[in-house]
């Protein structure tokens, strides 16, 4: 049941990963080098030339500039000064990203925008941080 679930959330957010898929390609003649990674659920592409550094996820593609993705990062809450908790993996934060993105498909970037785009306001942003601190809590609206 998983595997089918994680097929239908590719095939709906397709059009994102063939953006990132044409950017990590792009990448390529600049040094960026691909990678299957099977607990990212994506094609991670390492060098990434181009960005201030971090990652990008779009569909199952994450664009990463550094050697490897399994490094400590800040959170947004951390960079806005409203939290003291610990460092989290930059790995589990783009990986909830990809789970997002197989709920949400081409309307993740849109709505990503609309709502704040890279910011602590940006409630996708806080669910990927929330993940990425505890295992939990990457889709970011609650049922009631």
Partial sequence: MRRLLFALGAAWTLPNTLIGLAGGLAGMVAGARPRW???????????WPWGPGGAITLGNVILHT????????????HRA???????VRLSDHE???????????????????????VSVRNPLERAADQYAL???????????
Avoid: K, M, N
Avoid at 67 to 77: G, K
Avoid at 134 to 142: C, E, L, T, Y
């Fill in 95 to 117: 990986r909830a990203h990809v789970f997002q993105y197989l709920v949400l498909g081409p309307l993740f970037l849109p709505l990503y925008l609309l709502l704040g785009g």
């Fill in 81 to 87: 000064g409203l939290c003291r908790h610990p460092l």
């Fill in 66 to 77: 550094g050697e490897e993705l399994d490094v400590p990062c800040l959170t947004y809450e």
């Fill in 134 to 144: 505890h295992g939990h809590g990457w889709w970011p609206w609650r049922r009631r």
């Fill in 37 to 47: 990674s099977r607990t990212e659920l994506a094609i991670v592409f390492v060098r």
